[in-house]
Structure formats: C-alpha cells, structure tokens
C-alpha cells in the first residue's frame, strides 16, 4: 500500500520560511508528476507548485519567485521550500504524486500539513 506522509509545517510569522516535505513509502516501481496543493477552510484546493519527473517545476503566480519545489529521487520525496510567507498562504498543505506499481499510475494525496503565518 503506497502512502504520502508530509512534514514540516507550523506556525510562522509573516516575512519567515518554512520547508515542507512529503516522502513516498511502500511498494511501488516508479514516480513521475509530483505536486503540492493547497486548502483553506471554505476555499477550494489549489496547485501551488508541480514538478514532472524530467525536473521541470512550474508554479502558481501567487508564490513565483518565492517557492521552490523540488524532487529526491532516491528519498522518494518531494520538497517544497517557501520563503517570505504572507498571511494569506495560511492553509493546509498536501502533496500528491502520480506512482507506477507495476500495472498502471496511479494518483495518491497525503493528508496535508497545517502552515499558518501570522500577520
């Protein structure tokens, strides 16, 4: 059974970092897309940054210049590094990889880390 466990969230103030984490475990073959999303309380869920397996990232323009999303092919992982975090980037954070188990890809989630920055 594959699972998607993220990490690193918190509680920051406004104009600080934080570097999340969402590490992929199990039985699998391979990995290719993998994306952070993110949902606030009553809102919908959002892309914030994706990367494919050929390590070209895109991002959305409410984050460019101040996210960096990254992949560890060896770890299983998928990174996300945000700097200068705003009050409105409060939400919870979930990952999502596209993962190859043999047969056929799949979509898997994690269950989102909480960041919450205060203004």
């Known amino acids: 059974q594959v699972q998607l466990v993220e990490s690193g969230g918190g509680f920051v103030q406004a104009g600080e970092s934080l570097r999340l984490s969402c590490a992929a475990s199990?039985?699998?073959?391979?990995?290719?897309?993998m994306a952070w999303y993110r949902q606030a309380p009553g809102k919908q869920r959002d892309v914030v940054a994706s990367?494919?397996?050929?390590?070209?990232?895109n991002y959305a323009e409410s984050v460019k210049g101040r996210v960096t999303i990254s992949r560890d092919i060896a770890k299983n992982t998928v990174n996300l590094q945000m700097n200068t975090l705003k009050f409105e980037d409060t939400a919870n954070y979930l990952c999502t990889m596209r993962i190859f188990d043999g047969r056929r890809w799949n979509a898997y989630w994690g269950r989102g880390t909480q960041v919450t920055v205060s203004s």
């Open positions: 990367i494919d397996s050929t390590g070209i990232s």
């Open positions: 199990g039985s699998f073959f391979s990995i290719g897309d």
